[in-house]
């Protein structure tokens, strides 16, 4: 990739690092690499991202709701889910009792943000389940997490029945998972697929992928409270190492986390989809996208 800048300078002395590894592992259908759209909070915005996507012939694989299952009336649940079946895309509802939500006075302070958005308390732990069962009756069958000991539960909930089986989880970067040991526990105890913290370099996805076998969601761009980086020249090596993976697209155009995405921002993530799709197309163009709707 980028072969002759690359030698322009070598001959000036400039010699590029050396990245060995290369990803074997893939998706079912043999795909490297496939897109998520995150931010995507309610029907109206999910509406215009299928109308854009639908206009400029893209598609995507996943669609996440971050700012909670709880802040959805059912009928938009329901909806929502209409809508990404229509178009043959998953659909992820996040948990909505966390941290932030909750009483805490410490998890608004600067350090007490360590909290993240985990839960406080048995209640909140019930809650949270609640929350999850609400969504998942409704036909959810995508769960964003951000909690270990609630990705624990209910993997155990799914083993036995109490929630369906095909039920995927996700875990949020907003976890803090970014290194392969915490990877590979998350995978044993349930999860289906891992989004560690934005900021990991290169090699530090290639140790984590070496790790675990679940797809992994990696940020290709992030709005200015997570750091407001955008990665899309990366993302042929995020591919070629970080392989099977989601590429968590149109980040930039929030301004937060829970970012409530309106439909012209909905259609301005597509664009950035765009962005990376051409990325790929001119630096990584062997890479194998899945097939839409698997």
């Not at 060995?20 to 109206?44: A, L, W």
Request: hydrophobic residues 40%.
């Amino acid at each position: 990739m980028m072969d002759k800048t690359k030698l322009s300078l070598r001959r000036l002395g400039i010699k590029e690092p050396v990245v060995d590894y290369s990803s074997s592992k893939r998706f079912s259908d043999g795909g490297q690499y496939r897109f998520e759209v995150p931010g995507i909070q309610g029907p109206m915005a999910l509406n215009s991202l299928i109308a854009t996507c639908e206009e400029y012939g893209v598609f995507i694989h996943r669609i996440t709701q971050t700012k909670g299952i709880m802040f959805l009336l059912d009928e938009e649940i329901e909806e929502m889910v209409s809508l990404a079946s229509g178009f043959k895309a998953d659909l992820f509802l996040s948990v909505g009792p966390r941290a932030t939500y909750d009483t805490s006075a410490t998890a608004q302070t600067k350090e007490g943000s360590r909290i993240g958005y985990r839960l406080r308390g048995y209640d909140n732990l019930v809650y949270a389940i609640e929350d999850v069962k609400r969504a998942v009756e409704l036909g959810v069958r995508g769960i964003l997490l951000y909690d270990e000991g609630l990705l624990w539960v209910l993997a155990k909930l799914r083993e036995r029945g109490e929630i369906a089986k095909n039920t995927k989880f996700k875990f949020s970067a907003h976890g803090g998972g970014g290194n392969p040991a915490s990877a590979k526990l998350f995978e044993e105890i349930g999860l289906n697929s891992f989004n560690p913290v934005r900021d990991l370099q290169i090699p530090m996805i290639a140790a984590i992928r070496e790790a675990i076998d679940i797809p992994m969601d990696i940020h290709t761009e992030n709005p200015k409270s997570t750091g407001g980086f955008i990665r899309h020249y990366e993302v042929p090596d995020i591919i070629r190492v970080g392989a099977p993976i989601y590429l968590k697209t149109g980040g930039s155009i929030a301004k937060h986390h829970s970012w409530d995405t309106t439909e012209k921002e909905a259609s301005m993530r597509i664009k950035q989809v765009l962005l990376v799709k051409n990325m790929i197309e001119r630096y990584y163009p062997e890479a194998i996208v899945s097939k839409k709707g698997l």
